[in-house]
């Protein structure tokens, strides 16, 4: 896209009115655009509506009208969330007007070097990880995209003094065209999202246009221990820093398997101890690895490794991912709430050693959760169930073994759900053992996000 100042006088069209949204709207409103915001959602769900049209700006709520994009559009910024099948898209793109995510848009703005930060799983915690960092190497860094401030709200305040660390999803990701990171992180590939992509190769495609606009000069980091990211590296042109929990590395950072501790190859034949993982301040060998991640894209920047290992140390966790709730007569309970696929719910109940019983179920995306078995039959005691896919992941535990099974009755509201799927866990729980809401499911099956999700969970623990 062009220079969003260059859309002075010209009409755009802002579809999906959440944060990313109203910020594109009031950013083009505020360099003479013309502006209109059209969300699905009705009026009354849509409080930011009389904002926006107090500047001036005109909101349609509640449908998509037929006209909404014509030939006088110049630009089309979508929320990342809405699906490329919708009437203005596909409107759009048989007029050939481009569709942008904001993302695109902010990168026009952003003076800034960017880390972009993607994978399916680990992203919040290894984005929050390398802001840490950087601030203890005083780089000034600004945390945005899907944590913290929106993109467009935050890129054109920043300077070449900052470092702009930005959390990315495979859907903001697809609606741009030049945007171009100085680092980028890919974490991992699972499928996931597939109800948006179609097909895991549209979903790795996505996921990969973080390097697209990359040169020599920038980095890309990547998992060296996940196939699907390795398949990448020959089609990048950026300097390549792997991470592994696997294998000592030439360059790059890895886990030490002798001593179980992070490290740092240079390339000239130096290894730098960063940390012994043991000593991190949050649980689980997939932190581990958003560790190494962190780490790799911090040492690129400067930072140096003790400094990096002070952060490790003193973080410990975002909410709503293995996030700590409270110990009651011996029994601890952990809100995971994040892990929106199999793959996070393997990963978090494989931090543990105690027993397990897992809440666990939600959207069902079509998944069979034939994944779980193995961790079920290795690591669970009990398993509760709710949401779309409750009597799949049942179906799962009694395949596994597991004679401790409970589904918790759909015909509640969400909030009474989560209560008796806790009090249903609690009870199925003894001294010792870890009462876990891992999902494997996205959220929207009963609740506005996985953060209500875990809000609920929090709470009804805390009234047990």
């Known amino acids: 896209m062009k220079h969003p100042r260059e859309y002075r006088g010209l009409e755009v069209v802002i579809l999906g009115l959440a944060r990313s949204g109203v910020a594109a709207a009031k950013l083009f409103h505020q360099i003479g655009a013309i502006v209109t915001v059209n969300d699905k959602k009705e009026r009354s769900a849509c409080p930011e509506a009389d904002e926006l049209e107090a500047l001036g700006i005109s909101v349609v709520c509640g449908y998509h009208p037929d006209s909404i994009v014509h030939e006088g559009v110049a630009l089309v910024v979508k929320n990342p969330g809405i699906p490329y099948s919708v009437d203005p898209i596909r409107q759009a793109e048989a007029l050939g007007i481009e569709v942008v995510t904001e993302v695109e848009v902010a990168y026009q703005f952003c003076r800034?070097?960017?880390?972009?930060?993607?994978?399916?799983?680990?992203?919040?915690?290894?984005?929050?990880?390398?802001?840490?960092?950087?601030?203890?190497?005083?780089?000034?860094?600004?945390?945005?995209?899907?944590?913290?401030?929106?993109?467009?709200?935050?890129?054109?305040?920043?300077?070449?003094?900052?470092?702009?660390?930005?959390?990315?999803?495979?859907?903001?990701?697809?609606?741009?065209?030049?945007?171009?990171?100085?680092?980028?992180?890919?974490?991992?590939?699972?499928?996931?999202?597939?109800?948006?992509?179609?097909?895991?190769?549209?979903?790795?495609?996505?996921?990969?246009?973080?390097?697209?606009?990359?040169?020599?000069?920038?980095?890309?980091?990547?998992?060296?221990?996940?196939?699907?990211?390795?398949?990448?590296?020959?089609?990048?042109?950026?300097?390549?820093?792997?991470?592994?929990?696997?294998?000592?590395?030439?360059?790059?950072?890895?886990?030490?398997?002798?001593t179980d501790t992070i490290v740092y190859a240079d390339g000239q034949g130096a290894v730098h101890k960063i940390l012994p993982a043991k000593d991190?301040?949050?649980?689980?060998?997939?932190?581990?690895?958003?560790?190494?991640?962190?780490?790799?894209?911090?040492?690129?920047?400067?930072?140096?490794?003790?400094?990096?290992?002070?952060?490790?140390?003193?973080?410990?966790?975002?909410?709503?991912?293995?996030?700590?709730?409270?110990?009651?007569?011996?029994?601890?309970?952990?809100?995971?709430?994040?892990?929106?696929?199999?793959?996070?719910?393997?990963?978090?109940?494989?931090?543990?050693?105690?027993?397990?019983?897992?809440?666990?179920?939600?959207?069902?995306?079509?998944?069979?959760?034939?994944?779980?078995?193995?961790?079920?039959?290795?690591?669970?005691k009990g398993v509760v169930t709710m949401g779309e896919t409750r009597e799949k992941i049942n179906r799962i535990a009694e395949l596994a073994g597991i004679s401790r099974r409970e589904t918790v009755d759909t015909a509640k509201d969400a909030a009474d759900a989560v209560s008796q799927a806790v009090e249903l866990a609690w009870k199925m729980s003894e001294a010792g053992d870890i009462v876990l809401l891992s999902p494997a499911c996205a959220s929207w099956d009963m609740f506005p996000s996985y953060e209500d999700r875990g809000r609920m969970f929090k709470q009804s623990v805390h009234n047990l």
């Open 112 to 258: 800034a070097p960017i880390i972009g930060i993607t994978g399916s799983n680990g992203k919040t915690t290894t984005t929050t990880l390398i802001g840490l960092m950087l601030d203890a190497g005083g780089l000034a860094p600004v945390v945005a995209g899907n944590i913290g401030r929106a993109l467009t709200e935050a890129a054109p305040e920043v300077t070449e003094e900052n470092w702009m660390v930005v959390e990315l999803s495979s859907f903001q990701l697809k609606g741009t065209t030049a945007f171009r990171p100085r680092i980028a992180l890919l974490l991992n590939l699972y499928e996931t999202h597939l109800d948006y992509h179609g097909t895991m190769e549209d979903y790795i495609a996505s996921k990969a246009k973080l390097f697209a606009n990359q040169t020599e000069e920038d980095t890309a980091i990547l998992n060296w221990d996940d196939a699907v990211c390795r398949s990448i590296i020959p089609s990048l042109r950026a300097k390549v820093m792997p991470f592994s929990m696997k294998e000592a590395l030439p360059f790059g950072v890895y886990l030490e398997s002798a």
């Open 280 to 380: 991190m301040g949050i649980p689980g060998s997939f932190n581990v690895e958003n560790a190494l991640a962190a780490s790799a894209a911090a040492l690129r920047t400067g930072v140096a490794p003790e400094e990096i290992a002070e952060v490790l140390q003193s973080f410990h966790g975002v909410e709503h991912r293995l996030e700590f709730v409270r110990e009651l007569e011996g029994v601890s309970f952990y809100n995971n709430s994040k892990a929106t696929n199999a793959a996070a719910s393997i990963k978090s109940i494989e931090a543990f050693e105690q027993q397990i019983v897992l809440i666990a179920g939600g959207l069902d995306r079509g998944s069979d959760y034939m994944e779980l078995l193995p961790t079920f039959r290795e690591r669970i």
